[in-house]
């Protein structure tokens, strides 16, 4: 049965792949991928059937369990298979290569609106805007390299709204589009994203066998369809910040043994080394996307040793400054967009709406008063659970 379900995964990843426009076949998409969860289920109860049946006095694991190998192999497979499919799901990649062209050609994407860009073009004089006159031919330079994506662009009104270690992933997609002279330019930066994505199974299977943990169990992630569609498929940024954040609680386990004890098994010399690039690795996950600013508090009480959890937030900390420093002045038009979603933008689909159809029947500001709410539960979970660790 564990051969005969990744054949059954396999086919219906290609069931999807083949078609032209998921978008327009969304029942079909969440039966199919509502059947993978299924069939990953069903390999994660045959997977530990298996080893309890098999254990020997010494407690080696049958060998009839998924190598490392065929997991990793068949996660890269199953990336593949969304390459060159052209994203239906999602627009969001087309402000990725925007803001990578513009950095690439010596641009801060936080300098301009697309709207304004077109505003410009369209009238070639200067506009009651942010851009002045003295701009004109700077936006005229990178005009060409930008044509094609701007009228892609969601949301042309706002300034990006992506962090600078983002940017800094959009730029190498548009790198390698231009060095491979790619003509789709989403092709570039699902080609780095898939990279990414394949390193956090990669990782997390190392991570499994640190913890002395079935490496079928990287299959929840590596075979899921959630990362397969919306990394390869769509080629959302999230996979980089999966990545980073991987990266960071990987080294964290090695930090938690015996504060400054480097693990013997790495490659770096000094644990030092490996706190510091554990606090970097958890700030370029916060600046790619916000979310894993979430976990730095978990992660850094998941250290027993003070002196450790402080050079690991001073790295962090520190890394963010730079990236930030790096992109400044015109990094604050980001936070203003920021601002704007914050304001605006359905977060929790399911909760939110629920909450807000209810105290929506109260005020005229239900959308603000359920962003509180929410924010506030999330709160009391988070400092309910830090609490627990501190207690243990």
Known sequence: MILTIPILI??????????????????????????????????????????????????????????????????????????????????????????????????????????????????????????????????????????NLLSLVNHPEFTTIYPPAAQIIFAIGSFVNSILKITNNSIGIKIVLIIMDTLSCLFIIQILKKMKLSVCHATIYAWHPLPVLEIAASGHIDGAAIFFLIMAIYLTIYCRADGYRAAKTSWWSSSIVAQIFAGLFMGLAILIKWFPLMFLPFILLFIKNRRTRLLMGASCIITIAIFILIFCPDIVNSFITLSQYLQNWEFSGLLFKVVRNFTQNYTSRSGIITRAIILMVFAILSSFFVSLKIAA
């Open 10 to 147: 396999f086919f219906s990843f290609l069931t999807l792949a083949v078609e032209p426009d998921i978008s327009l076949a969304i029942p079909k998409m969440v039966g199919i991928s509502g059947f993978i969860v299924i069939l990953l289920t069903v390999l994660q109860l045959s997977s530990n059937h298996s080893n309890l049946e098999s254990y020997t006095h010494t407690q080696n694991i049958s060998k009839k369990e998924l190598s490392a190998g065929f997991v990793l192999v068949f996660a890269v497979l199953l990336r593949l298979m969304f390459l060159f499919h052209t994203p239906t799901l999602s627009d969001d990649i087309y402000r990725y290569c925007l803001d990578g062209v513009m950095l690439i050609n010596g641009q801060n994407p936080y300098s301009y609106k697309p709207l304004e860009i077109l505003e410009v073009m369209q009238r070639s004089e200067s506009i009651n805007s942010p851009i002045a006159m003295i701009d004109l031919e700077t936006i005229k330079n990178i005009y060409p390299a930008i044509s």
